[in-house]
T-cell receptor, first 113, second 109 residues
Framework: NAGVTQTPKFRILKIGQSMTLQCTQD?????MYWYRQDPGMGLKLIYY???????DKGEVPNGYNVSRSTTEDFPLRLELAAPSQTSVYFC????????????FGPGTRLLVL | EDKVVQSPLSLVVHEGDTVTLNCSYE??????LLWYKQEKKAPTFLFML????IEKKSGRLSSILDKKELSSILNITATQTGDSAIYLC?????????FGQGTRLTINP
């Protein structure tokens, strides 16, 4: 099984540019999450989704948007990139509501200059 | 606001030492506490602790949940250089998983 896949692995953006980070899972999980991890820090939740068509804000949603049109895909959109968005982005998924273990993708490293 | 705090933030020990990592939390509607190990990639799952499973052990690693004190510890005995990593504690509330800032563990040979 592929599990959770993310693309791209690494990207450099100029200030003000936009991009979409892709996340796909093949485990038929209802719950999907986007985290960012700054150097030397823990993970902060950006957005999460409990199923297709349903999304909600996490701790640090400003500057990001998400959509969940299918169970498999949960893209994260940056509209106007800022240096503060330089980070590593992890997508994760989990199954039933009380299935606690989250499966993480390999991460996308984003540098905004 | 839900909060998870880990200590120490950084720890350097010699190979063979025993270490104890701490995690305390204030989370509404506690469901479970999870420990992850993160090397230079995505976090990998270690343990999950719940009200019905407050102690877990796997090889040299063990973890205990203290629901009264709202905390957990992760013990690693006979440490090896391969144990060098960031150890993340996360607590699940009603819907979200809240992560602590992590403990960076370095094992010197």
């Amino acid at each position: 099984n592929a599990g959770v896949t993310q693309t791209p692995k690494f990207r450099i953006l100029k200030i003000g540019q936009s991009m979409t980070l892709q996340c796909t899972q093949d485990m038929n999980h209802n719950y999907m999450y986007w985290y960012r991890q700054d150097p030397g820090m823990g993970l902060k939740l950006i957005y999460y989704s409990v199923g297709a068509g349903i999304t909600d804000k996490g701790e640090v949603p400003n500057g990001y948007n998400v959509s969940r049109s299918t169970t498999e895909d949960f893209p994260l959109r940056l509209e106007l990139a800022a240096p503060s968005q330089t980070s590593v982005y992890f997508c994760a998924s989990s199954g039933q509501k009380y299935q606690e273990t989250q499966y993480f993708g390999p991460g996308t490293r984003l540098l905004v200059l | 606001e839900d909060k998870v705090v880990q200590s120490p933030l950084s720890l350097v020990v010699h190979e063979g030492d025993t270490v104890t990592l701490n995690c305390s939390y204030e989370v509404t509607n506690f469901r479970s506490l999870l420990w992850y190990k993160q090397e230079k990639k995505a976090p990998t799952f270690l343990f999950m602790l719940t009200s019905s499973g407050i102690e877990k052990k796997s090889g040299r690693l063990s973890s205990i949940l203290d629901k009264k004190e709202l905390s957990s510890i992760l013990n690693i005995t006979a440490t090896q250089t391969g144990d060098s990593a960031i150890y993340l504690c996360a607590v699940r509330g009603a819907q979200k998983l809240v992560f602590g800032q992590g403990t960076r563990l370095t094992i010197n040979p």
